[in-house]
């Protein structure tokens, strides 16, 4: 939890009472209705580490949020601990639809989104999203509505981002990009953009956009739970919205959304109201009840990232902190006429009702919390909230009127503690009182009462899993758990150095576009791709049987050093490291010297390529690595993302403890 998160928390708690108490331990003696169980999960923000290296990704921007400081091997297995948990989860024997409260993705790019879908596309459980800052927005903050010359903080910047060497649209360095048969730089880019790589027609042969905004990400959202089945391609007409499925024929969900579409011809200085493509919104009503209940039990999945002004530059997100996404989320009075609506007409069923959403209730703006407030005053039963966004996870009561409302906040699935949450809801017989029970799905016992608990629960399911067992002997287990451990140490160390704080902090107020910062930009990109790949070639050679397994096959990774390339694979790889650290230490020697390097920028370029080439062919591997084939070297790789979050916990700058509530298992929610 980063310092400025603390502060804002503090305020809400002396300025607004927002902060939440601890509910009472009571329980429910009998019900008259359950739920059927669901899995709650959050913040798995898929990160793509080998996009084109721009100064607002660099090590600065780290050392003031901790949980972005993360080591590469989220970067490469985290979707993977994702796919274990939403797969191996039944209750009844069959699998628990999997509700994700938000945070998906990481930077919001494309790249990030189709290596989630290949997960979802397979998972034979119902899958359900609510929109997180993370989701449509440049880095959880930045919601760009104009594509100016200064591109750090606009479309340009963002898009530039989520490119790879490999893209169409080859970058020569940060100020020229090359696209199609054009040689672009700085000035010129924002026009190649506004007339070219945003044009709507996607069967258009001109390049095409790489960044993910919130309204396209709606789209391929709803896209894809239409491949899945999981909802009609019938719509039907509401006034205000482009969005609406109702069509509930042996499905359980109903959409409700309007897309605010992004159109960068807005200038840097003009009026871009009406392109804040974050002011689209998605509200989603799922059925969850139990088929043996009479009484049914609705989930609304709220859109809390529903952001009407641009927030985009560096001095801006200065002077108006607390209003970036990432500390405030928001709904549109829009959006909350249609849950109002809903409510309604859930209590005039007599449906149980239950609200959900990306961000926690402190975090929440004070306009949308006394809306929520209200609508929760319609309903004839307790209030219950459930969220993610905080990384922590906890279990709060809140004041709200004449009433409490129960807040029940899931974990991370990318940074410790890990959690994810088999969640259910009983109705009382007083038909007033809801009782949320919730136990964790990571724990040993499936109630764990510590940390360590967490830790001996997911290293039973990864590193200490049978089916890991038969390709390792434990000596070979314990070395690569002790040496993955030093690859998420030496990454945090690299990241939080304070000379980078420093020189990183001077270098944006004052020269965000010299070569010094290009260095560092390239520095920071250079250490989480070596990083990677280090990880990658540990799980690679942690036993012989898995040595053998990759020599048996043709696995296609390229290094992008002539001289390594026709290596066999492992030495490939420790090829391309190897590599790698010379062109560090040279453009290190020449940049921090003021020593400028002859055609530095396409040695730079160059460089880069290569070192991350290697690593989205890998991804690839990672990707193609499935549970039917190769169920303990999936595992070895879910244990190695759990290995590096549980060492980076330990090591933050500002680690907060556990809070005392994670590991509750249920609470009660009443009308007075």
């Known amino acids: 939890m980063s310092l400025a998160y603390r502060i804002l928390k503090l305020s809400c708690l002396v300025l607004s009472g927002c902060a939440g108490i601890a509910p009472s331990d009571e329980t429910l003696d009998s019900a008259l209705a359950t739920s059927a169980k669901i899995l709650i999960v959050g913040d798995t923000q898929e990160h793509a580490i080998e996009g084109l290296p721009i100064g607002a990704l660099n090590g600065f921007i780290d050392n003031f949020a901790d949980v972005t400081i993360r080591p590469s091997q989220h970067a490469l297995y985290g979707r993977k601990l994702f796919e274990l948990v939403a797969k191996e989860n039944y209750s009844g024997g069959k699998l628990l639809p999997v509700i994700h409260l938000g945070d998906l993705l990481d930077h919001s790019c494309e790249i990030e989104f189709q290596r989630q879908k290949k997960i979802l596309l397979k998972l034979q459980s119902p899958f359900y999203l609510a929109p997180g800052n993370h989701d449509g927005i440049y880095q959880g903050v930045f919601n760009p509505a104009d594509s100016n010359s200064n591109y750090l903080f606009s479309q340009v910047g963002w898009d530039y981002a989520c490119r790879t060497p490999s893209d169409v649209e080859r970058a020569i360095d940060d100020n020229t990009l090359i696209a199609g048969d054009r040689t672009l730089k700085v000035g010129e880019i924002s026009k190649y953009y506004d007339v070219e790589v945003f044009r709507e027609d996607s069967k258009t042969t001109t390049p095409r956009s790489h960044l993910l905004s919130k309204d396209r990400l709606i789209e391929l959202y709803k896209e894809l739970l239409q491949e899945r089945n999981a909802i009609s391609d019938k719509s039907c007409i509401k006034p205000g919205l482009d969005i609406c499925v109702e069509d509930v024929n042996s499905r359980n969900v109903r959409l409700y959304g309007k897309i605010v579409r992004r159109k960068p011809k807005c200038e840097e200085h003009s009026n871009c109201e009406g392109y804040i493509y974050s002011n689209s919104f998605l509200v989603q009503v799922i059925d969850i009840s139990d088929y043996k209940s009479d009484i049914p039990f609705k989930l609304i999945l709220l859109d809390t990232t ?359 298992t249920s609470a009660l929610a009443r009308v007075p």
């Open 306 to 664: 529903q952001i009407d002004f641009q927030y985009r530059p560096f001095w801006y997100a200065l002077f108006h902190f607390g209003r970036n996404p990432g500390s405030q989320g928001a709904m549109g009075q829009n959006q909350l006429e249609i849950v109002r609506e809903l409510v309604k007409e859930a209590r005039d069923k007599g449906e149980v009702v239950i609200l959900a959403g990306h961000h926690d209730w402190a975090h929440l703006s004070q306009f949308t919390r006394q809306a929520l407030a209200a609508i929760y005053d319609e309903m004839s039963h307790g209030a219950v909230y459930l969220s993610a966004h905080t990384h922590n996870g906890f279990l709060n009561s809140h004041p709200l009127g004449t009433r409490k409302l129960l807040e029940f906040n899931v974990s991370s699935l990318a940074d410790w503690p890990i959690d994810a949450r088999m969640t259910s809801f009983r109705l009382g017989v007083d038909k007033k009182t809801i009782e949320v029970v919730s136990r964790s799905v990571i724990g040993a016992t499936g109630v764990p009462l510590t940390s360590d608990d967490i830790s001996q629960g997911i290293y039973s399911a990864t590193c200490g899993h049978p089916q890991v067992a038969e390709l390792m002997s434990s000596g070979e287990t314990e070395d690569f758990v002790s040496q993955q451990r030093k690859v998420a140490s030496s990454h945090h160390r690299e990241r939080a150095r304070f000379d980078t704080i420093i020189a990183s902090l001077i270098l944006r107020l004052f020269n965000h576009n010299s070569d010094t910062e290009r260095w560092f930009s390239y520095k920071d990109n250079f250490n989480d791709n070596r990083k990677a790949i280090e990880s990658f070639i540990l799980l690679l050679t942690s036993s012989d049987k898995i040595t053998a397994w990759v020599e048996s096959q043709s696995i296609p990774i390229r290094t992008g050093y002539k001289r390594c390339e026709k290596l066999p694979l492992i030495e490939r790889l420790n090829c391309s490291v190897a590599e790698s650290y010379k062109d560090a230490k040279t453009l290190k020697r020449e940049y921090i010297m003021d020593k400028p390097l002859s055609g530095g920028h396409s040695f730079i370029r160059e460089s880069y390529e290569a070192i991350s080439q290697t690593v989205l062919d890998i991804q690839k591997v990672i990707d193609e690595t499935s549970m039917s084939a190769t169920p303990g070297i999936v595992r070895l790789m879910a244990c190695a993302h759990y290995l590096a979050a549980e060492q980076d916990w330990k090591i933050r700058t500002f680690t907060s403890k556990i809070n005392t509530h994670f590991f509750r």
